[in-house]
């Protein structure tokens, strides 16, 4: 019981804080205890906003507020762009952060985890990586289950899960989608599982490296 006054009164010292330093160190304030929606209608500076955003579900307004902030939210923006289905384009994204930063692990870990649902293009000799591709299989349902998974998930499914940067000050764990409910994460591997077995059965996967020729 004791613990509600003293929790009130920090709360009141925060509030007191926050408007003394101005409505944007309070937008940053009601971001760090979790009040995202709050903190996106204080911050002014657009990759803050756009984190706020995207911690409130707000992709499609996030992803906005990142490609306003520019080159500085290039990482944000590929968390943003995937959350909002755009797979491929956020992929691209990823890509130019290992560009600027080979280094960068979460941005792989990112750009290896959705690069398995975008589609392979088969370019004019009917190929795919050196390999006869005589039948395009569809990849459609590969992509759209990754997508309706990335927008299905709710605001209490977000916490801990989009790991947004604000010039790079928040760091990164093992990667944003790791903490996701085991159910989809599961039904994700079946998937990649299955679309790679339906693959080989076709002769359109790539034999193992070891394969002798």
């Known amino acids: 019981m004791r613990r509600a006054p003293l929790l009130i009164g920090c709360a009141a010292l925060a ?12 937008g940053r304030i ?16 657009p990759d803050e906003r756009g984190v706020a955003l995207l911690e409130a579900g707000e ?3 996030a992803d906005e507020a990142f490609a306003e902030a520019g080159r ?20 691209a994204y990823f890509d130019a952060v290992l560009f600027a930063n080979p280094s960068d692990r979460d941005a792989r870990y990112n750009r290896e985890l959705l690069a398995r649902f975008v589609p392979d293009i088969v370019g004019q000799s009917n190929e795919i990586d050196g390999v006869a591709a005589n039948v ?28 947004t940067r604000v010039e790079r000050a928040t760091a990164a764990t093992t990667g944003w ?37």
Do not use: C, H, M
Not at 153 to 163: C, F, M, N, S
């Open 15 to 26: 509030i007191v804080v926050g408007l003394a330093a101005g409505s944007e160190a309070f």
């Open 136 to 163: 395009e299989a569809p990849q459609s349902d590969a992509v759209a289950s990754s997508r309706d998974i990335l927008n299905g998930l709710t605001l209490a499914e977000q916490q801990g899960v989009l790991d």
């Open 177 to 213: 989608l790791e903490t996701l409910a085991d159910e989809p994460a599961l039904y994700l591997k079946r998937r990649i599982k299955a679309e790679y077995e339906r693959r080989q059965d076709l002769g359109l996967a790539n034999p193992p490296e070891d394969t002798a020729w």
């Open 72 to 91: 500085t939210a290039t990482y944000n923006r590929g968390l943003s762009l995937a959350a909002t289905g755009d797979i491929e384009l956020a992929v």
């Open 59 to 61: 992709y499609r307004k």
């Open 30 to 45: 009601a971001l760090v205890v979790g009040l995202p929606s709050l903190a996106s209608s204080l911050l002014i500076e």
